[in-house]
């Protein structure tokens, strides 16, 4: 067995470290979008700060104390009925959200145009969400209770969150207008998409799978002349049986374009299969 160095320790206390402040600043982008843009125009895109917008306007009840009041419990059910621990990330994701809407309380709203609010508050919590997930920690909440009911109904676990947030979606329908409930449901696929952006980046790369009767001289070409790397597969037709050679190579969208003439000028009559690759890990791409 490999023995662990003093420099191997104190590399992995600075990744600790750097994960920890990642679920911190996340959090604060969460609670500044929501108290910036989400909370003055009554948006209430699902989730325990959904609830907690709701809970305002019916009750007159501060925000950071509802969400402490049920991210807290959340947490502890979570651990006592799921028979698991959830970490000291997700401690913190639950106890630091609520502490930044209590010390952003008192700022100015950013625009008072709901729609507005919708797209750029739910932008701020996807992007604090996003930073959060890739510090490897959660904000607890909706991802707890979408989890003890799953255990306890077994419905699918990626129906339960979309299950839950449609219940607040429809109660802010209720309380506020169904215009402010449509304009959350913006908010949700802004949050989605923001969470994906954060999470794989832009760039997204093209995975290129061709079938050939001039495998070696495709093969040659992407190699030389694209400079990435390529594998051959031995595959059989579905219909024929026959046994053919395929050629899988992951490229970047700049270097799509001539992948594809290189190819079609080889062989025209080629069978071109190109799929998204929303992340590539590894040599010549993005390092693990």
């Known amino acids: 067995m490999k023995r662990r160095t003093r420099r191997d320790t104190m590399a992995s206390h600075w990744v600790l470290f750097f994960e920890y402040m990642s679920v911190i600043l996340g959090t604060f982008f969460i609670a500044t979008g929501f108290n910036l843009f989400l909370l003055p125009n009554q948006i209430a895109p699902g989730g325990v700060a959904g609830i907690s917008t709701i809970l305002l ?27 698991r621990k959830f970490g000291l990330k997700t401690l913190v994701g639950t106890i ?60 699918p676990f990626n129906l339960c969150i979309p299950l839950l947030d449609g219940v607040i979606v429809l109660t802010a329908m209720l309380v506020f207008s169904i215009e402010q409930g449509l304009y959350a449901l913006i908010g949700l696929f802004v949050t989605s998409r923001t969470i994906d952006l954060v999470q794989v980046g832009f760039n997204s790369s093209k995975n290129i799978m061709v079938i050939t009767e001039y495998v070696e001289e495709v093969r040659t070409a992407l190699l030389s ?16 049986k026959q046994v053919k050679k395929m050629v899988m190579c992951v490229v970047n969208q700049r270097e799509f374009a001539r992948a594809r003439q290189l190819i079609k000028r080889i062989d025209p009559n080629a069978f071109i299969v190109v799929m998204n690759a929303s992340e590539v890990i590894g040599e010549g791409f993005k390092r693990a």
């Open 57 to 83: 306007h019916l009750f007159g009840w501060e925000p950071y104390i509802v969400q402490w009041a049920i991210n807290i419990p959340l947490f502890m059910l979570g651990t006592l009925i799921l028979g």
């Open 225 to 240: 002349e694209v400079d990435r790397g390529v594998t051959v597969w031995h595959a059989e037709g579905g219909y024929t």
């Open 96 to 155: 630091f959200v609520p502490l930044f809407v209590s010390l952003t309380n008192g700022i100015s709203p950013a625009t008072s145009e709901p729609l507005l609010g919708a797209i750029f508050g739910c932008m701020a919590c996807g992007l604090g969400i996003g930073i959060v997930f890739r510090g490897k920690g959660s904000t607890g909440g909706m991802d707890l209770a979408a989890q003890i009911l799953h255990k306890f109904t077994h419905i």
